[in-house]
């Protein structure tokens, strides 16, 4: 079963245009000539949800109910998680989630060398910058870990990620390579591994005042995650669907209405 890789959505292809980001995805020619933008932005997914063992604030994964998509929120869901919103609209990127899911799945008993060849084997040969997970999260350590190895086989790239699975990180934090940034994406199980180990992280926020008030950027095209040097934490606006009612509701509707 073959995994796909995405083309860059409409947030990550900001990359292609934010000037820091511009030296990672050109090519030098033999002759020494720099070619900008030939290489692309991809991302890999699986299903929200149900790849994240660590999610709590955010809980949310799409379900199959009486033969339809419907999302189902956490018992502790303040925020609802944006990709679980995309899945319960587009079947084809619910299907494209669940196919990757079920490939790795059956290639767990492989371990961390055998998951890293599956995705080496589909890895595209034109990526320079690969978001892993604009939706679900590493679901074991040798699936964690066999991202460290492809990063390793191709210091060309540049990989990052949100993660709530920070024991993960911080138990291989001495052997993560050079190229592959992780950020602690804040509510999870393990947030108080963040304030012990001073992770640089990302937050929701209900609106930009809020930010301010704690003191962080927005981000509004990932180049805090893609570029983050290890000491820098930002705020993302809370966006995708929110439970009818709720306080992130409201947020949500009061930034629409803003614009």
């Not at 149900?50 to 339809?68: E, M, Q, T, W």
């Not at 990052?160 to 990180?169: D, G, H, I, V």
């Not at 290890?230 to 709720?246: N, R």
Request: charged share 25%; with cysteine; aromatic share 8%.
């Amino acid at each position: 079963m073959t995994l796909k890789f995405n083309p860059a959505n409409s947030k990550l292809a900001k990359l292609y245009k934010n000037r820091r980001t511009k030296r990672l995805l050109a090519m030098v020619t033999p002759s020494g000539k720099v070619l900008q933008n030939v290489l692309k932005v991809y991302s890999f997914d699986l299903p929200a949800g149900h790849s994240c063992p660590s999610a709590n604030l955010c809980k949310s994964r799409v379900d199959i109910i009486d033969g339809k998509r419907k999302i189902v929120d956490g018992s502790n869901t303040v925020f609802r998680c944006y990709a679980a919103s995309s899945e319960v609209r587009f079947p084809a990127i619910y299907n494209n989630r669940k196919l990757n899911f079920d490939a790795l799945r059956a290639v767990v008993s492989l371990g961390k060398e055998g998951i890293a060849r599956v995705i080496n084997h589909d890895l595209p040969s034109d990526a320079g910058i690969v978001r892993i997970h604009t939706s679900g999260d590493f679901f074991t350590r040798d699936y964690f870990r066999a991202w460290l190895i492809v990063a390793r086989q191709n210091p060309h790239i540049t990989f990052y990620a949100y993660t709530k699975q920070l024991k993960f990180w911080i138990d291989d934090m001495d052997s993560i390579p050079e190229n592959f940034r992780l950020t602690a994406s804040r509510g999870g199980t393990q947030d108080d591994l963040i304030d012990l180990h001073n992770l640089p992280e990302a937050r929701v926020v209900y609106s930009e005042s809020e930010a301010v008030e704690l003191g962080l950027e927005i981000d509004d095209d990932d180049s805090h995650a893609c570029l983050q040097d290890g000491s820098t934490s930002f705020g993302l606006l809370i966006h995708g669907t929110q439970p009818k009612g709720s306080e992130a509701g409201k947020a949500l509707q009061l930034l629409k209405s803003a614009k």
